[in-house]
């Protein structure tokens, strides 16, 4: 028998052919255990969420309900809506294998569906039983294009459900497509699968998961079903395998490094004149400085030559891919490849500069963070303790975007070396067995590498794989050993999605801020509010909700949504604005935002107020006023237009903006402009074109620092995003920021003081109390001067 965590048949040749239930595989496929064939009875009668431990098989369920469906209404299609581009192909080869009914499956992801219409979609449904894709492919098919109606599948799978909140993809899915089939009797049937039902911070109120639970069972209209799963199996993660790693204390010359670094780099940026006008470049350099407060000189100078030209090449090569049938993307990848040579340079000399263990004024710059030293000894420790186990591996989990490559490359070389000199000074047996590669989400990594760095962490090539919350959901890997969270986590989503990565028996689990006695005993604490509110919230219950949300919506139908049914896909406040701009990339060929928003003064002097938006078409000019929009919604219940759950993020501009935004396209709509499916029709992107042609500008490339969403993205909750940075900063302590706020001519002003950094910040002046305290907390995250 192997480790293989949880006991599972494999193919490593180790284990027995039985199950660990006792029944064999049937024709290659796993045989299912009786808590799945549970999970999947209920979900066959019932909309069900099915909270399940990571682990614990939730993709041969996903098999189980499709067999069914597939077998009862073989004339509809089943839909696997999965988080994340990287389990897409994986998940697509699971249904494959192990579905009874063979069907045949099509993985959907990136950009494969690129300008896909009706007739694509159509041949799409032809081939294809199964359809397995990420969430915003589907609401982009269904709610923002309606190429795809929801009553064409029998079964609707979202795996990863608790991301069904606010206005994620998920959430517009069910609440956009889903709903309206309901009391029509139409609806598909909904599953949802989760490790962790709430996506609420560990320190919430039992009150507001409760009420996290009833929104997501509300949104899917699904009964959530806690499955308990026999101890035999080995899916829940116990105490003892978590560790909490102590940080030694960071050497303040360290921190003084750091910001030198970041002036002197600044200051070269300045004498450079081709690189000093590339949009953005002042920004990237900021953040490389939290490449050196987390890691080091040796990793800060890695990003340095190589980070910024990398995430350059990926943008390149995706504005290369669109610049077929886009000209906005093909000018942008013209401008990068002309920078390209120049930004080479100065990257390479500033490295060059860098490489040595001192500044060109002599202050020194220290090799390794001691934080990283501590994930390098701790590497070595676990490594030398597994010399006999040749497939010993696992992850590194971190939150920024910009982190993995370097970290993972200063491992490699650290351990590179014979021995782990200087840090360790001793000989490392195991230094050739730490190999290390990063993977990262999004676009600041590649479809192609993304999947061969897992490939070979797979195959055991690569033993330590740096990642980016892109690998936290569903990636499985039976032999990982070891999980280590770099940085503080905040929710319990992350705390058990992360941890469940770690699939071998024994497996360890190394968190270098959190407390894992707190996390697990949040985790529980959830396990039982979600035991309780499923067996709470009643089918009628749910209907009732969803009859208040529904009555309340069509109280402004004659204003909002425009469309649906016979007129073609919906234009609604929250699809709008992408409509918008998608309009104006096909009809101008080169689109700013600036080329369609008019921004001015009002009266109490806000210069960030918009007055009008302007969109070129075959008749000229199409201009949305302020006082067009304030006729338009006068009267209108705007709580029946901005669902209260769906914009819970949004600010007053951002609401203001998107009222312009939709009327905008309602009259684009109206006039013709844009086709049912909310695209430019070909008349007006060529008859456009003529009459407004592309102005000549000066060529420029936009360099933006690679966090992940929500780091320091000047969003709707710039507060929430400042503390966020204070608890990883400075875990524990309280009170490290203080907010003082007071009433100004013109509404109120708010300053954030950062106590541990003795820094006093001011925001704008502004109509409200907490708007104003945003706006300090987002004058915060701009200074450079909290390490950002």
């Known amino acids: 028998r192997c480790d293989c965590y949880p006991p599972k048949h494999c193919a490593c040749g180790h284990c027995s052919p039985m199950m660990s239930d006792g029944q064999p595989p049937v ?39 499709i067999d069914h469906f597939r077998r009862e209404l073989p004339e509809k299609r089943c839909l696997l809506v999965v988080p994340q581009v990287a389990l897409v192909e994986q998940q697509s080869g699971y249904l494959r294998r192990n579905c009874e009914t063979r069907p045949s499956v099509l993985g959907i992801c990136g950009d494969s569906d690129a300008g896909w219409r009706a007739p694509d979609w159509s041949e799409c449904l032809e081939k294809h039983g199964v359809l397995v894709g990420t969430p915003e492919i589907f609401n982009r098919a269904m709610v923002k294009q309606s190429y795809l109606q929801a009553a064409m599948f029998s079964l609707i799978i979202f795996d990863e459900c608790h991301e069904a909140v606010g206005n994620h993809p998920m959430a517009a899915i069910c609440k956009d497509a889903l709903w309206p089939l309901v009391k029509e009797g139409r609806c598909p049937r909904v599953v949802g699968f989760t490790g962790s039902p709430s996506k609420e911070s560990m320190q919430s109120t039992t009150k507001k998961v409760d009420k996290a639970m009833f929104h997501l069972q509300s949104c899917l209209n699904a009964k959530i079903h806690v499955q308990e799963v026999p101890k035999e199996f080995g899916c829940e993660r116990r105490d003892e395998q978590f560790t909490h790693v102590s940080i030694p204390e960071e050497n303040p010359s360290m921190i003084d490094a750091g910001k030198i670094a970041e002036e002197w780099l600044e200051s070269m940026l300045v004498k450079c004149d081709e690189v000093a006008k590339i949009k953005g470049m002042n ?14 000189r040796e990793a800060f100078v890695f990003a340095v030559k190589h980070v910024v030209i990398q995430q350059l090449q990926e943008k390149l090569t995706a504005l290369r891919a669109y610049g077929k049938d886009d000209a906005n993307c093909a000018l942008g990848a013209a ?160 705390h058990v999605q992360g941890s469940g990565r770690a699939r071998k028996r024994d497996a360890k689990i190394f968190y270098f801020h959190n407390d894992p006695g707190s996390a697990q005993a949040s985790a529980k604490r959830m396990r039982i509010v979600a035991q309780e509110s499923g067996s709470g919230l009643t089918e009628a219950q749910r209907g009732c909700y969803l009859d208040a949300c529904l009555a309340k919506r ?46 001015g003064n009002t009266a109490d002097g806000d210069p960030t107020v918009l007055k009008s938006i302007r969109c070129p078409n075959p008749e000229g000019l199409l201009i949305v006023t302020r006082p067009d929009v304030e006729s338009y919604w006068a009267g209108v219940d705007m709580g029946a237009v901005f669902d209260p759950v769906r914009s819970k993020g949004y600010g007053r501009k951002e609401k203001d903006e998107k009222m312009f935004l939709f009327l905008l396209a309602r009259r684009l709509r109206e006039k013709g402009f844009l086709n049912r499916h909310n695209e430019a029709t070909t008349f007006a992107a060529e008859t456009t074109r003529v009459k407004f042609p592309v102005q000549e500008k000066s060529p420029e490339i936009n360099v933006k620092p690679k966090f992940t969403k929500g780091q320091i993205s000047m969003s709707s909750n710039p507060k929430g995003q400042l503390k966020e940075w204070a608890d990883r900063h400075w875990p524990g302590v309280q009170g490290t920021l203080e907010y003082e706020s007071s009433q100004v001519p013109g509404g109120w002003r708010s300053f954030v003081k950062v106590v541990k950094l003795h820094l006093r910040l001011q925001g704008e002046v502004c109509r409200g109390k907490k708007e104003a305290e945003h706006s300090a907390a987002n004058a915060a995250l701009s200074d450079s001067r909290l390490h950002l």
């Open 27 to 65: 024709d290659g496929r796993d045989a299912p255990r009786p808590y799945q064939i549970e999970s999947a009875d209920r979900a066959k009668n019932e909309n069900t969420i099915i909270v399940l431990p990571t682990g614990a098989g939730k993709t041969l369920i996903a098999c189980l309900c």
């Open 283 to 296: 920004k990237t350099v900021r953040s490389l400085r939290h490449v050196f407060d987390q890691l080091g």
């Open 335 to 494: 401008a990068i490849e002309e920078e390209m040579p120049a930004l080479r340079r100065f990257l390479g000399k500033a490295a060059e500069e860098l490489e040595g263990h001192a500044l060109p004024d002599g202050r020194q710059l220290h090799r390794v963070s001691a934080k990283a030293f501590k994930l390098l000894q701790l590497l070595h420790d676990e490594f030398m303790a597994n010399l006999g186990d040749e497939g010993y591996r696992g992850i590194v989990f971190v939150r920024e975007k910009l982190v993995p490559t370097p970290l993972a490359n200063l491992i490699n070389v650290v351990c590179a070396q014979e021995k782990f000199v200087p840090l360790l000074n001793e000989p490392s047996p195991c230094s050739e067995r730490i190999r290390a590669a990063a993977v990262t989400g999004g676009d600041a990594m590649s479809k192609d590498a993304r999947e061969q760095a897992l490939k070979r962490f797979r195959a055991g090539d690569v033993t330590v794989l740096v990642a980016t919350a892109a690998l936290e959901q569903g990636i499985d890997v039976p032999e990982c050993a070891f999980v280590v969270r770099f940085d503080a986590f905040h929710t319990n989503a992350s």
């Open 554 to 599: 069509s109280s402004a139908s004659d204003k909002h949504p425009y469309g649906g049914g016979d007129l073609g896909a919906e234009i609604t406040v929250f699809t709008c604005q992408e409509i918008v701009h998608g309009y104006c990339q096909q009809v101008m060929q080169r689109f700013e935002r600036s080329d369609i928003y008019e921004f």
